[in-house]
């Protein structure tokens, strides 16, 4: 039994196109409001805060509403064709446009109609490909993402988007959604959704021949497999808070508390996460997704409790090599965490448990820059710091990685065993 790449790699171009759409959104919107609106840092955060929010809120439900659409065209492709459409027409005013009340009702257009491809698009990986092989699947998406937005990345050195004081990238942003657009076009004209989610059925009938396989089974949850559900979902949110508040204020600790450059750290951190993604899904096959995240969790706590001791004029390869940590411990949970939520979903509900797993890693997104910053603010004053208490943030960080080890470690649903049957590798076709 062997993960079909081509179909794996045709599926991915719908997370691809995600993930250009929103390193495009975080690198210009940010500079639109505050270079052409003159907005102060407080309402631009604020703007850039309703993705997330909206995300809590409407991936479950795209997710449900994707689980019991029933076209010629599969479950989730019109979602990603109309979605994607939609997304890219709107965006692409956000340029042209001079008044900030229409500029921010063009971006909520714009994020709604992401919100209502999203989990749909990160479902269809669970829809074409058997349990056992989710992790490896899941791996594959996650490099098609990180594609997307490396492209998109390289396009903005041509357009000048960092140029001190730029209002004007429409020509950028049109760029972007010609990306979009032409990525969707190649998973149109060969992403065949109904006939490969038929192909995984009958591949699970033959792993699993005692269990009822249809996709319109929904999943029926013991208050075991619903304990450990609540378990990931909390293990998901807690290493979200401290992973991501490093990522949001390193920038801020790197420059004004280390003295030192930030980008290099984080792009090792994001190299480290890429080359571990694949042996991060084979690792999985071999010990289990459960023992692999667990693995992952104690290299993200090392990672963050050993960068607490670093203080100003310390060498920066202790730091590297700390963030390279990180980002092997990064990958190794991203990776499984997914598919050990949709393990637990029935053939009718992948889409609804896809909205679960994102609702969780939304809201921490969402909680974790305001309490990280409130407590370096309200430690600043306690301490009687004149700055803020930048010492708090790794410890933070640690702590909540701690406590998603304790989380995962009750965990006890959500693995998938691998059992070789005969015949199974008939059903690998290209």
Not at 351 to 369: D, E, H, R
């Amino acid at each position: 039994m062997k993960l079909n790449y081509k179909r794996t790699i045709l599926a991915g171009f719908a997370f691809f196109l995600i993930s250009a759409f929103w390193q495009a959104y975080d690198t210009i919107v940010p500079l639109i409001l505050t270079n052409k609106y003159d907005l102060a840092q407080s309402f631009s955060g604020a703007i850039m805060a309703l993705d997330n929010v909206f995300a809590v809120f409407l991936l479950p439900i795209f997710g449900n509403l994707s689980d019991r659409t029933n076209t010629k065209y599969g479950r989730r492709t019109p979602y990603i064709v109309i979605g994607t459409v939609c997304a890219a027409t709107f965006f692409s005013l956000i340029g042209v446009t001079n008044h900030l009340w229409s500029f921010v009702l063009i971006l909520l257009l714009s994020l709604l109609s992401m919100a209502s491809f999203r989990s749909p698009a990160v479902a269809l990986m669970p829809d074409i490909t058997v349990k056992p092989l989710r992790s490896k699947g899941n791996a594959i998406i996650n490099l098609m993402g990180t594609l997307g937005g490396i492209i998109i990345l390289l396009l903005a050195g041509p357009f000048k988007t960092s140029e001190a004081g730029k209002t004007d990238f429409t020509a950028y942003i049109l760029t972007v959604c010609g990306v979009m657009l032409a990525a969707l076009l190649v998973f149109v004209f060969t992403v065949r959704e109904k006939s490969w989610a038929d192909d995984m059925q009958k591949a699970s009938a033959l792993l699993e021949p005692e269990a009822e396989t249809s996709p319109n089974k929904k999943g029926k949850l013991s208050k075991s497999q619903l304990t450990s559900l609540i378990l990931i979902l909390a293990s998901v949110a807690l290493w979200y808070i401290g992973y991501n508040a490093i990522t949001s204020k390193y920038s801020v600790y790197a420059s004004n508390f280390l003295n030192i450059s930030y980008s290099t750290t984080l792009l090792i951190a994001q190299a480290a996460a890429v080359i571990c993604y694949i042996p991060a899904g084979i690792i999985a096959s071999k010990i289990g997704r459960r023992k692999t995240i667990l693995i992952g969790v104690v290299l993200l706590f090392t990672s963050f409790f050993g960068a607490a001791f670093i203080r100003e004029g310390a060498p920066v390869l202790i730091m590297t090599v700390l963030f390279a940590l990180a980002g092997v411990g990064w990958a190794t949970i991203n990776v499984n965490s997914f598919p050990m939520v949709v393990e637990l979903a029935g053939a009718a509900d992948t889409g609804k448990f896809t909205g679960y797993y994102y609702t969780a890693s939304m809201a921490a997104q969402i909680v974790t820059p305001v309490l990280s910053g409130t407590l370096m603010d309200v430690f600043g004053n306690v301490w009687g710091l004149s700055r803020p208490a930048y010492e708090v943030l790794f410890p933070y960080a640690a702590v909540f990685c701690a406590l998603a080890f304790v989380t995962m470690m009750f965990v006890k649903h959500g693995d998938s065993k691998i059992e070789a049957k005969k015949g199974i590798e008939a059903l690998d076709v290209d």
